[in-house]
Nanobody, 115 residues
Framework: QVQVVESGGGLAQPGESLRLSCTAS????????MGWYRQAPGKEREFIAG???????KYDDSVKGRFTISRDRSMNTVHLQMNSLKPDDTAVYFC?????????WGMGTQVTVSS
């Protein structure tokens, strides 16, 4: 079993920044790739950023240049630094990691961008 826990959501004004964290744990867990997704009200869940064990990163065009994903190797923790936030970034943010053929999701953390 793998446990995935997100943290760091909250309320921000347009233009401000927030930093999300995601930690995966489990007795036999080993990091391969971890991704951030978000789901806005009435919309489908969408991929926004991912990081691989070799350090390669990928971003959706909607966040490229504003969001940065990074990894703390020692703790199987991934961070998402979100700058220049917009009201359209309002969503529940989820973290996902695959392990032994199964996807493990966290419960999500709410990010609200509003003036």
């Amino acid at each position: 079993q793998v446990q995935v826990v997100e943290s760091g959501g909250g309320l921000a004004q347009p233009g401000e920044s927030l930093r999300l964290s995601c930690t995966a744990s489990g007795r036999t867990f080993s990091f391969n790739v971890m991704g951030w997704y978000r789901q806005a009200p009435g919309k489908e869940r969408e991929f926004i950023a991912g990081i691989y064990s070799n350090g390669e990163t990928k971003y959706d065009d909607s966040v490229k240049g504003r969001f940065t994903i990074s990894r703390d190797r020692s703790m199987n923790t991934v961070h998402l630094q979100m700058n220049s936030l917009k009201p359209d970034d309002t969503a529940v943010y989820f973290c996902k990691t695959p392990f032994r053929g199964r996807d493990y999701w966290g419960m999500g953390t709410q990010v609200t961008v509003s003036s």
